[in-house]
């Protein structure tokens, strides 16, 4: 009997060691995990065992609500830039020598620990420095990351978990090549070429003609020196009233204008544009209404 309790005795430690796995045994178990998909899915209980402390590793936990019905569309926008981040890291630390671990908890799997921490929005990104070890920190508490600005990108994400992560190596984000905007833009390229080919005939003789870039010229000219650019930057008002019930058309002075007045000035010069064609009479075979200048003037 008293063999029995020496025994016993004995083999409490070990019954110790084997309910509460030390932070080593649990960084191997999810860096297995993170080699055959990074990052790791994780649900209520997997992820309370990789942030618990102590740690000798860093977590980067990201915390969704993907499904359709929660209507975070940014959660499903930024998802694949978060996969690229896990399985760019995976790459290139297959090692674990980094001893960073991604994970991701939809709101689905981890309806506990999103009331624990008391979360009304998403994504958030939670990073957990190791609280033993190199780069250990004394403050267990995570470091959040809240979408405030909008979409990220997987390199603006990246830039800021890599600045809170302990110093050492990191690896690279590799972005794959996108083989269908390349396709796309080719099958673009090939049919825009084909398109100029067939439809060059027609084309060529409205682009090189003379009297339609001189129509859209004159169009520019009118509206520039009318004063359209001074409305564009300044955003000036298109018409203004004259403190009697009714519209003023033209500012007084000579530093501001209306919108409307800058529309009359460029009618007047078209106006005034066209009164000219007539003035000189068609002579050796010239269009009637448009001035005709000898190529040879006789001189008394």
């Given at each position: 009997m008293k063999s029995l309790r020496l025994t016993t005795l004995a083999l409490l430690p070990f019954t110790c060691f084997a309910a509460k796995p030390s932070s080593g045994s649990t960084f191997e178990k999810y860096l297995t995990k993170s080699l055959a998909a990074s990052p790791v899915k994780l649900d209520d209980t997997s992820y309370d065992e990789l942030t618990s402390s102590p740690r000798n590793h860093s977590a980067v936990v990201l915390l969704t609500a993907l499904e359709a019905r929660f209507g975070c569309q940014l959660c499903r926008d930024f998802q694949p830039e978060w996969d690229l981040i896990g399985k760019s890291w995976t790459r290139g630390d297959r090692q674990g020598d980094t001893r960073v671990l991604y994970g991701t908890?939809?709101?689905?799997?981890?309806?506990?620990?999103?009331?624990?921490?008391?979360?009304?929005?998403a994504p958030v990104i939670l990073i957990f420095p190791p609280t033993t070890g190199p780069g250990a920190k004394a403050d267990a508490q995570p470091i959040r990351y809240d979408f405030t600005t909008g979409p990220q990108t997987a390199e603006q994400s990246y830039a800021w978990i890599t600045r809170?992560?302990?110093?050492g190596p990191k690896p690279q984000?590799?972005?794959p090549l996108n083989y269908v905007r390349?396709?796309?833009?080719?099958?673009?390229?090939?049919?825009?070429?084909?398109?100029?080919?067939?439809?060059?005939?027609?084309?060529?003789?409205?682009?090189?003609?003379?009297?339609?870039?001189?129509?859209?010229?004159?169009i520019i000219i009118l509206l520039f020196t009318s004063g359209h650019m001074f409305n564009h930057i300044r955003k000036v008002p298109y018409v203004s009233g004259d403190g009697k019930g009714g519209i003023t058309y033209f500012s007084g002075g000579f530093s501001s204008q209306f919108g409307l007045e800058t529309q009359i000035v460029a009618a007047m010069c078209a106006y005034n544009t066209l009164l000219i064609q007539p003035l000189g009479p068609p002579t050796d075979g010239a269009a009637p209404g448009f001035i005709h200048y000898p190529r040879h003037t006789q001189t008394a």
């Amino acid at each position: 009997m008293k063999s029995l309790r020496l025994t016993t005795l004995a083999l409490l430690p070990f019954t110790c060691f084997a309910a509460k796995p030390s932070s080593g045994s649990t960084f191997e178990k999810y860096l297995t995990k993170s080699l055959a998909a990074s990052p790791v899915k994780l649900d209520d209980t997997s992820y309370d065992e990789l942030t618990s402390s102590p740690r000798n590793h860093s977590a980067v936990v990201l915390l969704t609500a993907l499904e359709a019905r929660f209507g975070c569309q940014l959660c499903r926008d930024f998802q694949p830039e978060w996969d690229l981040i896990g399985k760019s890291w995976t790459r290139g630390d297959r090692q674990g020598d980094t001893r960073v671990l991604y994970g991701t908890l939809d709101f689905v799997d981890g309806k506990g620990t999103f009331q624990k921490l008391m979360l009304q929005t998403a994504p958030v990104i939670l990073i957990f420095p190791p609280t033993t070890g190199p780069g250990a920190k004394a403050d267990a508490q995570p470091i959040r990351y809240d979408f405030t600005t909008g979409p990220q990108t997987a390199e603006q994400s990246y830039a800021w978990i890599t600045r809170h992560l302990p110093d050492g190596p990191k690896p690279q984000i590799h972005r794959p090549l996108n083989y269908v905007r390349i396709v796309t833009f080719i099958t673009m390229l090939l049919g825009f070429v084909s398109f100029f080919t067939v439809a060059a005939p027609y084309i060529l003789p409205i682009i090189q003609n003379r009297n339609l870039w001189a129509a859209i010229s004159l169009i520019i000219i009118l509206l520039f020196t009318s004063g359209h650019m001074f409305n564009h930057i300044r955003k000036v008002p298109y018409v203004s009233g004259d403190g009697k019930g009714g519209i003023t058309y033209f500012s007084g002075g000579f530093s501001s204008q209306f919108g409307l007045e800058t529309q009359i000035v460029a009618a007047m010069c078209a106006y005034n544009t066209l009164l000219i064609q007539p003035l000189g009479p068609p002579t050796d075979g010239a269009a009637p209404g448009f001035i005709h200048y000898p190529r040879h003037t006789q001189t008394a």
